[in-house]
């Protein structure tokens, strides 16, 4: 059973989130809070597996709340919600250590397809998002800037390793796809997180789509 935290300011969308998240078979919501100082006070008491943080809170806002929690904990996974889609939000929001980002105009039904794939150790960026993120690059000429960018060096693995990352792929599968040891695979991991400057798989896969590597 997934245990899910919700933090978000909207209390009639909050509610209807935790309705319809009550009716996933392999959920539970323990918990749910409207603001990022409430949240510092009860997560860390709280057995909890993955946090649905909304960005937009009062006060502390959800990417700060987000940064301070997982320096509380650094195991807890948090998909950050929001009606924004600027693509400046969401790397804020994966440099604070979250690993998934989900539009509140997306289909209610994405969402329990990326708490799964969070819980699994996966990463996950919606596809309202992603695409936005895309057509930002696009209309910014990212051809031009790319060229001026520094492009890390990789060895063929590692291109291979950032390529089954970019698919949603966890480690144990890379392992497998590969042939190699998910002891190898996470070290791989490390050394593409550390040569693109990042600090998880989201904000690799996002930098790798930036320097148009993926």
Do not use: W
Request: charge should be neutral.
């Amino acid at each position: 059973m997934i245990r899910v935290f919700l933090v978000d300011d909207h209390k009639i969308l909050a509610q209807a989130l935790i309705d319809f998240l009550g009716g996933q078979e392999d959920m539970k919501c323990v918990g749910i809070v409207h603001s990022g100082t409430e949240a510092l006070e009860v997560i860390p008491k709280t057995a909890v597996d993955v946090v649905l943080m909304d960005i937009g809170l009062p006060g502390m806002d959800g990417i700060s709340c987000c940064e301070a929690l997982l320096k509380i904990n650094d195991q807890l996974k948090i998909i950050g919600l929001s009606t924004h889609l600027e693509t400046s939000i969401v790397k804020r929001l994966f440099k604070a250590g979250a690993t998934g980002y989900v539009s509140k105009a997306a289909d209610l039904k994405e969402l329990p397809v990326a708490i799964r794939k969070i819980h699994e150790g996966r990463t996950y960026l919606g596809e309202i998002v992603r695409q936005n993120y895309l057509d930002d690059l696009s209309g910014q000429g990212s051809t031009i800037k790319v060229r001026q960018q520094y492009l890390p060096k990789l060895t063929r693995r590692e291109k291979e390793v950032l390529g089954l990352i970019a698919r949603e792929m966890t480690t144990e599968e890379i392992g497998q796809e590969l042939f190699i040891s998910s002891n190898t695979v996470q070290t791989h991991r490390k050394n593409l997180i550390s040569k693109f400057g990042v600090r998880n798989s989201v904000g690799l896969v996002l930098k790798a789509l930036e320097l148009q590597l993926i």
